[in-house]
């Protein structure tokens, strides 16, 4: 009985059919960097100060530097306060310079901008002091919308077009918690031994993606033209109806056999090979299944429940292990993402090194992968990029240089990580396990920026747990199997012996 894997064999593993069908879908991704982070530079933080036109009245002649003097407290560093002033009064103008005021407030009638600051979102909504959170909030609400999109486009692409919902499911960037569809669309068609190029690859997308970020925002700070900007270019990809493949795997679910057929000999005939006859013949259909199929639904329940029971009979296992490992490591990859305007240099050039940083973290995977397997790679990463994150709370301030290139490392570490998660997590379970991790990690995406909120306690409190999550996650990696060299399975029980096959061939 042949499975899917022994028909990529026979028609190339890794050949120029999948080599492009790798390069498109990792277009979209390379798109979606902007959509997941441009709003950090719609939003970037300049000084303002209570609207004090009242004292005009009384004084028309005052200039800029003599009104905040007598309108605007002082902080502890003698910088001028920005989101208090002295509460107005009715007196003349010699009376407020010889007495001055005392009371103060919080600003009533708006903030003023500096007059050379191009209009941005901050600016334009008065996003500042007591509506400064709404920043945060709103970076939640559009990770909520990525969870709600991994949701709904998983099972779609299973009960309509497989390849339809992979196009428009494309906003859920594969760097990370990609959408089932997008992901399989690209795995499924490449071979065991070149599964992690594949995957990372399209990572590397991602990264150079937030390369173009920092250069767009740089040199356009109009926020609607910059949102222009980076929008336009995504209604290319309608054409993606007319060039990705059909799933192979989805046609069969769906009983399309001959569909399957004529796309997997075309993908043998732009790898000039041959796939051998009668050998799809030899695969049942019901081995076929894709992310969500409908006649998945009932054993991914299953699949939950004996996972449920399982965890309250004997405690957490792989499956919770893998889940909350994508959630820590979500966690910190945005809460250093997010902060990339917190760290106290020029917010371009760190986010331009943010980019840099993950095309090696994301190349360096195939080595640490090969060399020290799933297992150590995943525990190992995670374990440093918490530490760095935590290092990162007792540096002051006042050595932005320093945070900075903490903040990279932990960058890398936190990306390098991610990609090792896609493969391990394919490996040890099948494509439901893929989802509930993926789902997590969206899950852990909503959390993080609410979490730079405590910042107001505490300048320290968010990078403190966004350090201390993941070194709890990379300690529990190395209790996980290691499934260097395994199949990718297509169902649990299959991916479980896989397992405890390479088990006993390790003893």
Not at 248 to 257: D, H, N, S, Y
Request: hydrophobic share 45%; glycine share 8%.
């Amino acid at each position: 009985m042949s499975a899917f894997g022994d028909i990529i064999n026979a028609l190339g593993e890794f050949g120029l059919f999948q080599k492009w069908l790798v390069v498109l879908l990792s277009l979209p991704i390379f798109l979606t960097a902007f959509h997941m982070l441009g709003q950090l530079f719609m939003l970037v933080d300049v000084p303002h100060y209570c609207n004090t036109s009242w004292i005009r009245v009384v004084g028309p002649n005052l200039t800029e530097d003599e009104q905040l003097n007598l309108t605007v407290p002082r902080g502890a560093s003698g910088a001028y306060e920005q989101c208090s002033m002295y509460s107005p009064v009715d007196w003349d103008l010699d009376s407020i310079v010889a007495y001055g005021l005392n009371a103060t407030q919080k600003c009533s009638n708006g903030w003023v901008y500096p007059s050379t600051q191009t209009p941005s979102l901050l600016t334009e909504f008065d996003l500042v002091c007591d509506r400064k959170d709404l920043n945060d909030i709103s970076q939640a609400i559009y990770m909520l919308g990525l969870l709600l999109g991994a949701i709904i486009f998983g099972p779609l692409s299973d009960r309509a077009l497989s390849k339809g919902c992979t196009l428009f499911g494309s906003g859920e960037t594969i760097h990370n918690d990609d959408p089932q569809s997008l992901f399989f669309s690209a795995t499924e068609w490449v071979g065991v031994s070149y599964r992690t190029h594949a995957v990372l690859i399209s990572h590397c997308c991602f990264a150079a993606g937030q390369m173009l970020l920092a250069g767009l925002s740089y040199g356009i700070r109009n926020w609607r033209l910059l949102e222009i900007a980076g929008s336009v270019p995504t209604f290319a990809l309608f054409f993606y109806f007319w060039v990705l493949p059909e799933s192979a795997r989805w046609l069969m679910t769906k009983g399309r056999v001959e569909e399957a057929k004529k796309i997997l000999q075309k993908a043998a005939s732009v790898n000039k090979r041959t796939i051998p006859p009668g050998l799809l013949e030899q695969v049942p259909t019901a081995q076929w299944r894709t992310a969500c199929s409908p006649e998945r639904l009932a054993p991914a329940l299953g699949f939950l429940n004996t996972a449920c029971l399982s965890w309250i009979s004997k405690g957490p296992g792989k499956m919770d292990f893998l889940i909350q490992n994508r959630f820590v490591n979500s966690l910190v990859y945005y809460g250093l993402s997010l902060n990339v305007t917190n760290f106290g240099l020029d917010i371009y050039l760190t986010q331009l090194a943010f980019g840099a940083v993950e095309v090696p973290a994301r190349a360096s995977c195939i080595l640490f992968l090969q060399w020290f397997g799933r297992k150590k790679s995943q525990g190992v990463l995670l374990l440093l990029a918490g530490l760095v994150c935590l290092i990162i709370t007792g540096i002051p301030e006042d050595l932005p240089v320093l945070i900075t290139v903490l903040a990279v490392i932990g960058k890398f570490a936190s990306s390098a990580s991610f990609s090792t998660s896609y493969v391990y997590t394919a490996e040890l379970f099948p494509t439901t396990g893929v989802g509930l991790c993926s789902m997590s990690a969206r899950v852990a995406g909503i959390i993080a920026p609410l979490i730079r909120l405590l910042g107001h306690y505490h300048r320290a409190v968010p990078m403190a747990i966004f350090g201390s999550a993941p070194v709890v996650g990379g300690l529990l990696c190395f209790l996980l199997p290691e499934t260097r060299g395994t199949e990718l399975a297509d169902d649990t029980a299959r991916q479980s012996e896989a397992v405890n096959l390479r088990k006993k061939k390790k003893f």
